[in-house]
Every structure is written in structure tokens, then in C-alpha cells.
């Protein structure tokens, strides 16, 4: 049974960063991507980052070059750090992990960034 464990939110100013972290028990597997979402009040979930076993990256447009995404897949871990936050990143953000072969998705209990402006 995969479960994750997010941590590292918080409040913090525009301009700011954070590090949120997710420790995934259980993904031991090639066939897990791992990633971040979030989801902000009134809005849909949306996808902010993922990462495959080897490490190809995916980013949301609204954070290139302002959030990276990282793994250890020996720690079973993923990072996702946040540089020059901007208050519409303010939401719930959750570690998913996601076994593509199965198509089959596992989510945290998420963790708040709140960023002021």
C-alpha cells in the first residue's frame, strides 16, 4: 500500500521560497511518477510538477523557472522547491504518486502555502 507524506508548508512573502518534501513508502517501482498538485480555493486540482524514475521533469507553465522538482528514488522521496512565489500560488499542494502502469493514483494529504502579497 503506497503512502505519502507531505511536508514543509507554510506562510511566506511574495518573493519568497519554500521546499515541500513527500516521503512515499511502499514506491519502490520504475513504474511510479511521481508529482506535485495543487488546488486553490474554487478551483480545480491542478497539475504543478512531475518526475519519472529517471528523472524527465514536467512543469505547469505559471511555475517554469520558478519551481523545481527533484527525487531520490534510494530515499523514496520528492521535492519540489519554490523560488519567487507569487500569491496566486497559494493553494493545497499534494504529492501524487502515480503507477503508469496500473494508471492507478495515490494522493497526500496535502500540505498549505500560503503566500502573501
Known amino acids: 500500500q503506497v503512502q505519502l507524506m507531505e511536508s514543509g508548508g507554510g506562510l511566506v512573502q511574495a518573493g519568497g521560497s519554500l521546499r515541500l518534501s513527500c516521503a512515499a513508502s511502499?514506491?519502490?517501482?520504475?513504474?511510479?511518477?511521481m508529482g506535485w498538485y495543487r488546488q486553490a480555493p474554487g478551483k480545480q486540482r491542478e497539475m504543478v510538477a512531475t518526475i519519472l524514475y529517471a528523472g524527465t521533469v514536467n512543469y505547469a507553465d505559471s511555475v517554469k523557472g520558478r519551481f523545481t522538482i527533484s527525487r531520490d528514488n534510494a530515499k523514496k522521496t520528492v521535492t519540489l522547491q519554490m523560488d519567487s512565489l507569487k500569491a496566486e500560488d497559494t493553494a493545497v499542494y499534494y504529492c501524487?504518486?502515480?503507477?503508469?502502469?496500473?494508471?492507478?493514483?495515490?494522493w497526500g494529504q496535502g500540505t498549505q502555502v500560503t503566500v502573501s502579497s
Open positions: 511502499a514506491v519502490t517501482s520504475a513504474l511510479y511518477r
Open positions: 501524487q504518486a502515480r503507477n503508469m502502469a496500473l494508471s492507478r493514483e495515490y
